[in-house]
């Protein structure tokens, strides 16, 4: 069973700043690919950025410079720290992974930028 638990989300003025986790229920080594996404109300979901099984990152255009992932081995946890707000980064964040060909999902947290 995988599991994938993303917490850190809140509401944040334009300009702030926050941390992201994702929890995996088994090693980040067993894992594929992985990646965060977000989805806004009534827009499609976006790739924010990819993680190679290598753990190397691919920003979207529209994060680069301001978004950054890591992880923790130790802890099973990707994160994804959000610098700059702005009002349009406004959606559910959530991590999905690859684990023996199949791609799984946590619920998301939601970020909400707004003053």
């Known amino acids: 069973q995988v599991q994938l638990v993303e917490s850190g989300g809140g509401l944040v003025q334009p300009g702030g700043s926050l941390t992201l986790s994702c929890v995996a229920s088994r090693v980040l080594a067993s894992f594929g690919p992985m990646a965060w996404f977000r989805q806004a109300p009534g827009k499609q979901r976006e790739l924010v950025v990819g993680i190679s099984s290598g753990g190397t990152p691919d920003y979207a255009d529209f994060v680069k410079g301001r978004f950054v992932v890591s992880r923790n081995n130790a802890k099973n946890t990707t994160y994804l720290q959000l610098n700059n707000l702005r009002p349009d980064d406004t959606a559910l964040y959530y991590c999905?992974?690859?684990?023996?060909?199949?791609?799984?999902r946590g619920q998301g947290t939601q970020v909400t930028v707004s003053s």
């Open positions: 999905e992974a690859r684990y023996l060909e199949n791609d799984y």
